[in-house]
C-alpha cells in the first residue's frame, strides 16, 4: 500500500511539473478584423530582442480543435520545455490552436485505399485557419527577432495534413519540414516542395490514417531524385505514431540544421 501511495504521489508530481513546464508557453491571441486565432508562444532562456532566433510551429490534430488555447500542447508541447532542448535548440516555439469544426486544410474521407481514406482538395485559397496563421508567422518573422533563414513547420495527423498543404503553398517560406500520420497532395508535393528536407512518420497499423498515403509519397519523392526526404515506419504502431516520432533522437538535430541559403524576402 505504501509503494502504491509513493507511486502516485510521484506520478502527481510528475504531472505537476510538466504543467508547470507548459506554462513556459505564453498565451496570445492573434486578430485580425473580425477573426482571432489563440496560440501559444514560447522564446528561448536568456531571450535578447537584438538576436535573431529560428521559428518553429506546430499543428496539432483534430482532438485537440477548440478555443481554450490549452488543448494543443497536448501533444508535443512538452518536449521543447526540457532544459537540455531549450539550451541546445533555441527556438522561437509557436503551437497555434485550430477552432472547433476547422481545419488546417482542405480535405474529406473518401475511403479509398491508395488515397489513406482521405481526399486532399486543393483550393486556390486555403481555410480562414491556415491564412490567420500565414499572417501570424509573417508577423513574427518581420519582428526583427527571426531567422527567416530558419523556420519550421510540424503537425500530426490533421496536422500534418496542414503540414504538407502550407510547405506546397509557400515552398520558399519553410527551411524543413516533419509530418506525422498526415496525407499529402502528391502531384503537389512533386511539382511544388520536391527537395525541401521532409521527414515522415507513420504507423503501419495507423486505422484512422492508413499509412499507404505517405508510403505513395515517399517513393515518388525517391523516385524523382530527392535527396531530402526520410520516412520512418514503425511496424507495431497504430494512429498515435506522434510519440514514437518525438523520442526519435536525431529528429530535432536534423530538423535545426536545415537553412536556406537565402533569407525569405
Known sequence: MKKFLLILCLLCALQQLAAQNLNLYEKKWFI??????????????????????PLL?????????????????????EI??????????????????CPAGSTWSHYKRDHHPKSGNFNIITEAEPPLTQRLLKQLL?????SGVVDTRKIYIGGLSMGGFGTYDMITRYPDYFAAAFSICGVADIPQMMQKARNLPLWIFHGAQDNVVPPIADRELYKALMTSGDQHVMYTEYPNLNHNSWDAAFAEPKLLPWLFSNKKKHKKQ
Open 80 to 97: 521543447f520545455t526540457r532544459e537540455a532542448i531549450r539550451h541546445y535548440f533555441p527556438a522561437i516555439v509557436v503551437f497555434p490552436q
Open 32 to 53: 485580425r478584423g473580425n477573426d482571432t486565432l489563440r496560440y501559444r508562444v514560447m522564446f528561448p532562456e536568456k531571450f535578447k530582442p537584438n538576436r535573431v532566433y
Open 138 to 142: 509573417d508577423s513574427l518573422s518581420e
Open 57 to 77: 510551429v506546430f499543428l496539432h490534430g483534430s482532438g485537440e480543435r477548440g478555443n481554450d488555447n490549452n488543448a494543443q500542447l497536448a501533444h508535443g508541447g
